[in-house]
C-alpha cells in the first residue's frame, strides 16, 4: 500500500495565480517533509522542507503548509510562473531515507 | 553543486546483458542511493549505501547489485537486463541539514533494455 500519495497526476494554472500541489501520508513516523521539482532531461532538485514541528515554512514565492492531524502537505506556488511548469514531488523523511511521491505535472501557462 | 555525475547518460542494451551504471561524487558524501524512475511510480528507491562496501536494499531491489569499493564512487549493476528494467535511473547523495536530510540528485541514466 502507498505510503505517500500525490491523487492529483497533472494540474493547470494561469500564470499569476495560485498554484496548490498536495501529498498525503498513511504513517506517522516521517519527521521531516521535502518538496523537489524536475524539468525533462535532468535530476529532481530540492525545492523546500518542513520539520514536523512546524505547520508553515516559506520561501519567497514557495509556502509548504503541514497538517499532522490530517496526514497532509501541500505546497503553494504565488504567483505562478511559466517557468514553474515541471513535474512536483513531495518526498517524506525518517533518519536518512526517503519515500517520494509519484509526482504532479504543473503546467503554467502565460 | 553537489558534484554528481552519471554515467553513461543513455545506454541501450539488449535482453540478458549484463549493464552497470556509474554514479560519481566529489563531495566526500557517506550516503549514496539509487532510484529509478518510471511514469506513474515516480522515484523508487533500488540499493542504498551508508559507507564504503555498506549498502542496504530498497523498495524494488530485485534484479539489481551494487558495489562501493570507494567513497566517491557507486556501481548499480544489472546481472541480465530485462525489458522491465528499461528506465531513468538516478543517483542521489545525501547531506545533513540540520533537522533534515536532504537528498541532491545526479542528471540521471536513460536505459533502454530492448
Known amino acids: 500500500d502507498q505510503q505517500v500519495k500525490q491523487n492529483s497526476p497533472s494540474l ?13 501520508y498513511t504513517n506517522s513516523m516521517f519527521d521531516y517533509f521535502l518538496w523537489y521539482k524536475k524539468y525533462p532531461a535532468e535530476g529532481p532538485t530540492f525545492l523546500i522542507s518542513i520539520s514536523s514541528i512546524k ?6 514565492r514557495f509556502t509548504v503548509f503541514l497538517n499532522k492531524s490530517a496526514k497532509h502537505l501541500s505546497l503553494h506556488i504565488v504567483p505562478s510562473q511559466p517557468g514553474d511548469s515541471a513535474v512536483y514531488f513531495c518526498a517524506l523523511g525518517a533518519g536518512t531515507a526517503l519515500i517520494f511521491g509519484k509526482g504532479t505535472t504543473l503546467s503554467v501557462s502565460s | 553543486d553537489a558534484g554528481i555525475t552519471q554515467s553513461p547518460r543513455h545506454k541501450v542494451t539488449e535482453t540478458g546483458t549484463p549493464v552497470t551504471l556509474r554514479c560519481h561524487q566529489t563531495e566526500n558524501h557517506r550516503y549514496m542511493y539509487w532510484y529509478r524512475q518510471d511514469p506513474g511510480h515516480g522515484l523508487r528507491l533500488i540499493h542504498y549505501s551508508y559507507g564504503v562496501k555498506d549498502t542496504d536494499k530498497g523498495e524494488v531491489s530485485d534484479g539489481y547489485s551494487v558495489s ?5 564512487d557507486f556501481l548499480l549493476t544489472l546481472e541480465s537486463a530485462t525489458s522491465s528494467q528499461t528506465s531513468v535511473y538516478f543517483c542521489a547523495i545525501s547531506e545533513e541539514r540540520g533537522s533534515y536530510n536532504e537528498q541532491f540528485f545526479g542528471p540521471g541514466t536513460r536505459l533502454t533494455v530492448l
Open chain 2, 68 to 72: 562501493r569499493s570507494k567513497t566517491e
Open chain 1, 55 to 60: 505547520d508553515k515554512n516559506e520561501d519567497g
Open chain 1, 12 to 24: 493547470s494554472v494561469q500564470e499569476g495565480r495560485i498554484s496548490i500541489l498536495n501529498c498525503d
